[in-house]
């Protein structure tokens, strides 16, 4: 199976301390023993990083990147979106209406549909009941 997670279940998955730890984990787990293959947008790596270096108590640049490297990368995917894909996107969130900062999440849709995943795992239940993916990628509220 092929799973993307988007940045709301990478972050509290690869922070232990995190109040959603214990239901993003598995997801990770799952993909580090190989039961699962997980995809992640490119621009997640960056939301991420933003994130994970912003959280209390600091963690050093250094120390996130390590997180992210051992928690994701060395078994993930990354799904790269080029400029077609971008126009496709806002393409998608004018035609529904969509504002603001659901474009970065309509960016986790385009790349779970480009990846052929068979799942999109977050947290971000409101949003993305708004645009979820094209079948057979299904949406999974973690």
Avoid: W
């Avoid at 990478?10 to 023993?33: F, K, N, Y």
């Amino acid at each position: 199976m092929r799973v993307l997670a988007d940045t709301s279940v990478l972050v509290p998955g690869l922070i232990e301390a995190h109040p959603h730890h214990g239901r993003a984990a598995p997801t990770l787990d799952r993909a580090a023993s190989g039961e699962i293959d997980l995809v992640v947008a490119a621009h997640a790596l960056a939301e991420t990083y933003a994130t994970l270096t912003a959280l209390r108590p600091r963690l050093t640049p250094t120390a996130v990147l390590r997180l992210i490297e051992e928690g994701a990368l060395q078994f993930a995917e990354v799904v790269p979106l080029g400029a077609d894909d971008y126009r496709a996107v806002l393409d998608r969130m004018a035609a529904l209406d969509l504002l603001s900062g659901a474009v970065y999440d309509g960016l986790h849709v385009r790349a779970a549909e480009k990846a052929g995943a068979d799942e999109l795992r977050t947290f971000n239940d409101r949003d993305f009941r708004r645009m979820p993916p094209e079948a057979p990628c299904r949406l999974v509220v973690v």
